[in-house]
Nanobody
């Protein structure tokens, strides 16, 4: 099993910044890639940022130029630097890790990000 723990969420004014971190433990050797998702009230969970084809990064259009994902491939940790935050970024942010061998997803408990206008 893989355990993921997010930290760094909170309340911030529009235009501010937050940095989310995700630490992994357990069978981290099973992790192939990590990503960040978010879920706003009444909406489906969406992919915010992740890695593709190794080191390449991808972002949902609404956060491009504002958010930056990073990782430590050895420690299997990831972080999400969020700048120029907007009220529409308010959501619970989840860390995701994928085990490609068994096609399984692992999730953290989520961390609340609230952006006030």
């Amino acid at each position: 099993q893989v355990q993921l723990v997010e930290s760094g969420g909170g309340l911030v004014q529009a235009g501010g910044s937050l940095r989310l971190s995700c630490a992994s433990s357990g069978a981290i050797f099973r992790i192939n890639t990590m990503a960040w998702y978010r879920q706003a009230p009444g909406k489906q969970r969406e992919l915010v940022a992740g890695f593709t084809n190794g080191a390449n990064t991808m972002y949902t259009d609404s956060v491009k130029g504002r958010f930056t994902i990073s990782r430590d491939s050895t420690k299997k940790t990831t972080a999400l630097q969020m700048n120029a935050l907007k009220p529409e970024d308010t959501a619970v942010y989840y860390c995701n890790a994928k085990d490609a061998l068994f096609n399984r997803d692992f999730w953290g408990q989520g961390t609340q990000v609230t952006v006030s206008s």
